[in-house]
């Protein structure tokens, strides 16, 4: 619904995010009472002045200003939305410092069961700590909202990244497989696997570093498939995206994923890095489905035999065939590197 401007402001104030005085400073500036000035004008006012965020403004116009504000945080703007929930932009009411919040979608945490699985699993992704990994600082609920607070990370993920400016230079892909080895080559020594490594989930940072985002917590997306019924698909289905990185086995039966299911999926994101393409682009859920169990592996754009070699192990159909231990794909990589 649209509130009117006393609203707006009555609102605003309840939430915190704005006082009296500011309220009355932009009717006396605007050379009118609240209750005549219309509530879109204010609201342009409040943005012009900086007290809010254009976000913050389309949500208290709407009549949701108290849903900007969970527990110690201020929602400033909206990042994007997955299958795990909605993230935001927010900063901490004391100590100002901005943070990106995951708000958790309600299926996710529909039961006792598995909110306190979803809780053991933040525990363990908050002590994680690596310069590869997005840091998690706190989870909690809010108004029967459970969110997690993570590192905020200025720049955009690699998907995007490769829609706006094309596929990467073998080098630079390569690059960007290494840091995401070292992450993963961490976690995986203290027992964390991802389960949805793809571009989309690898941030990269101004500075060129790359990021993990949602360490260890795919698997609650992943529970609410019902992988069985899929296969079934013969239509280009929305989960396309997600099985164009995922691991045979995993494709199968999820409870099987681990770190060489993660490896794999970080094959196929090489090889998209570089191509802009997946690696089987078949036109079904189920054509791609056998193709990842069955299919030729593709030859990289490089024409490197190395590079080649080490693509051919990271994406062997069998978990058996692919490195033993994540940690030593990364020291393939670096060699490689090393080596040019």
Not at 87 to 93: D, T, Y
Request: with cysteine; proline share 3%.
């Amino acid at each position: 619904m649209v509130v009117t401007s006393a609203q707006l402001s009555e609102q605003l104030q309840t939430a915190g995010l704005l006082r009296e005085d500011q309220v009355r400073s932009c009717c006396e500036l605007m050379g009118t009472e609240l209750n005549l000035v219309a509530p879109e004008k204010l609201a342009r006012q409040f943005v012009k002045r900086g007290w809010l965020t254009k976000f913050q403004a389309q949500m208290a116009f709407i009549g949701k200003a108290s849903s900007l504000v969970m527990g110690s945080y201020v929602l400033l703007e909206k990042l994007g939305e997955g299958g795990m929930g909605q993230v935001f932009k927010a900063r901490h009411k004391t100590m100002k410092r901005e943070v990106a919040i995951k708000v958790i979608s309600p299926s996710i945490v529909k039961n006792k069961a598995s909110r306190r699985r979803f809780q053991r699993e933040c525990e363990v992704v908050a002590k994680l700590s690596h310069p590869n990994i997005v840091t998690a600082h706190d989870a909690g609920e809010c108004d029967g909202r459970h969110f997690l607070v993570m590192e905020y990370i200025k720049g955009s993920d690699l998907s995007a990244a490769v829609k706006t400016s094309g596929p990467m230079t073998v080098a630079r892909a390569v690059e960007c497989t290494l840091q995401t080895a070292r992450g993963l080559a961490y976690a995986h020594a203290r027992g964390v696997v991802h389960r949805d490594v793809k571009p989309a989930n690898l941030l990269q940072e101004e500075s060129g570093t790359i990021k993990i985002l949602d360490m260890g917590l795919a698997r609650f997306e992943e529970s609410s498939i019902d992988h069985a019924a899929l296969v079934g698909l013969t239509g280009t289905d929305v989960l396309l995206g997600t099985l164009d990185f995922m691991s045979p086995e995993q494709a199968i039966d999820p409870k099987t994923a681990d770190a060489k299911s993660d490896v794999y999926s970080l094959g196929c994101t090489m090889y998209f890095l570089m191509t802009g393409r997946p690696i089987f682009e078949q036109d079904t859920f189920v054509k791609r489905l056998l193709s990842h169990q069955s299919a030729a592996i593709p030859v990289l754009p490089s024409g490197d035999p190395g590079l080649q070699k080490i693509f051919e192990r990271m994406v062997a159909k069998k978990a058996a065939d692919r490195f033993e231990e994540t940690s030593q794909l990364v020291t393939a990589l670096q060699q490689w590197l090393d080596e040019r």
